[in-house]
T-cell receptor
Framework: SQQGEEDPQALSIQEGENATMNCSYKTSINNLQWYRQNSGRGLVHLILIRSNEREKHSGRLRVTLDTSKKSSSLLITASRAADTASYFCATLSGYSTLTFGKGTMLLVSP | DGGITQSPKYLFRKEGQNVTLSCEQNLNHDAMYWYRQDPGQGLRLIYYSQIVNDFQKGDIAEGYSVSREKKESFPLTVTSAQKNPTAFYLC??????????????FGPGTRLTVL
């Protein structure tokens, strides 16, 4: 069963704007990861945040984690057309494998 | 050039035929995974392997089989028992699964179409 659920399902913005995607999950986690998928391609790992962390940065990416609300957000600042892709959150619980959400499709228009 | 490769990129199969998808990695990763992705959907785990000669079923293993005879290779066979095999198949690898961390590295995928 899929634990992570991304919101919104689709997001359309202009270049230079910020994009925020949210992920909610149901059970306690060890870590939460965000991945990007360009159309018809494999996934690329973006960032991992552990359950004892609240915020993490990587370049133009900022991820927050609120374990009390069982939610995470991914912020992409100053979006570029090349950021157009689907973004997935994935959770790791206990000693199981990653569970992926259905993703948010981001379209950044020039 | 390290990475994970999948072949073929596109595969067409007639109903009733078995077909094998290839996945190879030279990252020296212990764990390997097979996922299925349907349009507009997330990834669903088919099988995974943490060490050579051992593998476990994922959420949707019915109609699929795997082997792990070498650390570098984790082929997936889609059998005729799989009722709706048309999908995008992704292979991934990571350091040992079940640990606290360890991102997965993905191959480019194989798009299987049943005619």
């Amino acid at each position: 069963s899929q634990q992570g659920e991304e919101d919104p399902q689709a997001l359309s913005i202009q270049e230079g704007e910020n994009a925020t995607m949210n992920c909610s999950y149901k059970t306690s986690i060890n870590n939460l990861q965000w991945y990007r998928q360009n159309s018809g391609r494999g996934l690329v790992h973006l960032i991992l945040i552990r359950s004892n962390e609240r915020e993490k940065h990587s370049g133009r990416l900022r991820v927050t984690l609120d374990t009390s609300k069982k939610s995470s957000s991914l912020l992409i600042t100053a979006s570029r057309a090349a950021d157009t892709a689907s973004y997935f959150c994935a959770t790791l619980s206990g000693y199981s494998t990653l569970t992926f959400g259905k993703g948010t499709m981001l379209l950044v228009s020039p | 050039d390290g990475g994970i490769t999948q072949s073929p990129k596109y595969l067409f199969r007639k109903e009733g035929q078995n077909v094998t998808l290839s996945c190879e990695q030279n990252l020296n990763h212990d764990a390997m995974y097979w996922y299925r992705q349907d349009p507009g959907q997330g990834l669903r785990l088919i099988y995974y392997s943490q060490i050579v000669n051992d593998f476990q079923k994922g959420d949707i293993a019915e109609g699929y089989s795997v082997s792990r005879e070498k650390k570098e290779s984790f082929p997936l066979t889609v059998t005729s028992a799989q009722k709706n095999p048309t999908a995008f198949y992704l292979c991934a690898s990571s350091w040992a699964s079940g640990r606290k961390g360890y991102e997965q590295f993905f191959g480019p995928g194989t798009r299987l179409t049943v005619l």
